[in-house]
């Protein structure tokens, strides 16, 4: 558990951002107040900076490559590397993806195609128009916001996780020790509701603060818990007091659960970022029943994906991490018999542009591919549809193969909350703008 000035300053601005006075109580471990027999688990994985996915599903058919690397120029990658998808034989994937080719053709990963940020839909024409779109399009800190929040604008004191948390954690996680989401990637506006908050946790520390101190460690730390309970009056100062309590309490908790139970068998890739996340990701998830929680979302993320020069190695090397860390995650599932109750997902910023910069990479862009992991996953298939690659073409919201997207981040996310419990009825107030679309779900869980 991180507990430094820096989480203590984030922290209380999450909750000077959402709801003070809504903070739930901490609880005591009750190990057997809950079997959790209707468990289910959503993981974000954010990829941070905005992935290319132009180059991560490719097509693979000899019309469709070659319209490809006419227009991808130096970024195209050759078609013998690409690694073919036999349910789909006219795409392929990055030649870093293997094990994401293995489940895709497997079943147990789907593919997404063109999502992104919309309020509504829209054609060509009518975002040319000047039609209600998104705000501040292209720009990193407000899509990876909207992308977390399911608004029009970065301005909003919740996402859409923390919603989801919001409405369901009354019927499914009464009594649990900890909250329903948990952050093993920093604060982040995906994680926060009105009445909840996250704990976020460092993959592989626990139980413990950061502290540099050597052996003076301990004593600063008993310190410091002691003087959270001083009475200030001061209400703002209070309510960090408690934040801080409750991470403190919540890292004992887990700390405590985790220890009391066999390591998982699963191997995770050592030295990798993510693989490190999602390790720690199954060991909460295979405490589930000691928590007393029968949902849980969880946030992790890599970057960076700001892929403007030197595009072809750097997206290369992230992705040689990522595959193998989502592969590992899935076979720990089927080690702990949740496969099917666990589904995992992307999300980022946005794509790169089509058309090639001049300094070997791409800009931003708009829509992109996504990937969706799990026994629940109703594999091998590529949903909604993948643009026509064309600069200017009917997809593209400009010149340069920013495509505008034919799915909107809400549907995405729709289809993700109605698999985790959120019933039609209930799926406005989680995602304000999906009544805008006709279809609410995608069908791939």
């Known amino acids: 558990m991180r507990i430094n000035r820096r989480s203590f300053i984030n922290c209380a601005s999450l909750a000077a951002a959402g709801n003070?006075?809504?903070?739930?109580?901490?609880?005591?471990?009750?190990?057997?107040?809950?079997?959790?027999?209707?468990?289910?688990?959503?993981?974000?994985?954010?990829?941070f900076g905005g992935n290319d996915a132009n180059n991560t599903l490719v097509p693979f058919d000899t019309t469709?490559?070659?319209?490809?690397?006419?227009?991808?120029?130096?970024?195209?990658?050759?078609?013998?590397?690409l690694l073919p998808l036999a349910p789909a034989p006219n795409f392929a994937l990055h030649p870093s993806l293997p094990d994401i080719q293995t489940l895709?053709?497997?079943?147990?990963?789907?593919?997404?195609?063109?999502?992104?940020?919309?309020?509504?839909?829209?054609?060509?024409?009518?975002?040319?128009?000047?039609?209600?779109?998104?705000?501040?399009?292209?720009?990193?800190?407000?899509q990876q916001l909207e992308w977390q929040n399911a608004a029009q604008s970065a301005a909003t004191?919740?996402?859409?996780?923390?919603?989801?948390?919001?409405?369901?954690?009354?019927?499914?996680?009464?009594?649990?020790?900890?909250?329903?989401?948990t952050s093993v990637a920093g604060d982040t506006l995906f994680c926060n509701g009105n009445s909840t908050s996250p704990v976020s946790v460092a993959p592989g520390n626990l139980g413990q603060a950061n502290c540099s101190e050597g052996a003076e460690c301990g004593a600063r730390e008993l310190t410091a818990q002691a003087l959270l309970s001083l009475a200030s009056g001061v209400s703002l100062v209070q309510a960090d007091d408690t934040i801080t309590q409750n991470a403190y309490a919540y890292a004992k908790t887990l700390s405590d659960a985790v220890q009391s139970i066999s390591p998982l068998q699963t191997v995770f890739p050592a030295n990798n970022p993510l693989a490190a996340q999602l390790k720690q990701i199954a060991q909460i998830i295979q405490v589930?029943?000691?928590?007393?929680?029968?949902?849980?979302?969880?946030?992790?993320?890599?970057?960076?994906?700001?892929?403007?020069?030197d595009q072809l190695a750097l997206q290369s090397s992230l992705l040689s991490m990522i595959s193998p860390a989502l592969a590992a995650f899935y076979n720990a599932t089927l080690e702990l018999n949740l496969a099917s109750q666990?589904?995992?997902?992307?999300?980022?910023?946005?794509?790169?542009?089509?058309?090639p910069n001049s300094n070997t990479g791409s800009d931003h862009a708009w829509g992109s591919h996504h990937i969706v992991?799990?026994?629940?996953?109703?594999?091998?298939?590529?949903?909604?549809?993948?643009?026509?690659?064309?600069?200017?073409?009917?997809?593209?919201?400009g010149s340069n193969g920013r495509w505008l997207p034919s799915t909107s981040s809400s549907q995405y996310a729709a289809t993700l909350a109605q698999w985790f419990g959120v019933s039609a009825a209930d799926l406005p107030s989680v995602l304000p703008f999906i009544g805008n679309f006709t279809t609410q779900s995608l069908g791939f869980v």
């Open 20 to 47: 003070i006075l809504g903070l739930r109580p901490f609880g005591a471990m009750n190990a057997l107040a809950q079997s959790a027999t209707d468990y289910k688990a959503l993981v974000c994985v954010f990829l």
């Open 342 to 355: 666990v589904t995992t997902f992307t999300m980022s910023d946005f794509n790169r542009a089509f058309q």
């Open 157 to 181: 004191p919740t996402g859409w996780a923390g919603r989801m948390a919001d409405l369901l954690a009354a019927n499914y996680n009464q009594g649990a020790s900890i909250p329903m989401i």
């Open 373 to 397: 992991i799990g026994g629940a996953v109703k594999g091998g298939q590529i949903y909604g549809n993948y643009p026509t690659l064309a600069l200017g073409g009917p997809d593209d919201s």
């Open 64 to 81: 469709g490559y070659n319209t490809y690397s006419s227009i991808r120029g130096d970024l195209a990658l050759a078609q013998n590397s």
């Open 288 to 309: 589930r029943s000691a928590l007393g929680v029968q949902r849980q979302i969880f946030f992790a993320g890599i970057g960076n994906f700001d892929t403007h020069a």
């Open 104 to 142: 895709f053709n497997n079943k147990n990963a789907a593919f997404v195609a063109n999502v992104g940020t919309l309020v509504q839909p829209l054609t060509r024409t009518q975002f040319q128009a000047g039609q209600t779109a998104p705000i501040n399009l292209f720009s990193h800190p407000d």
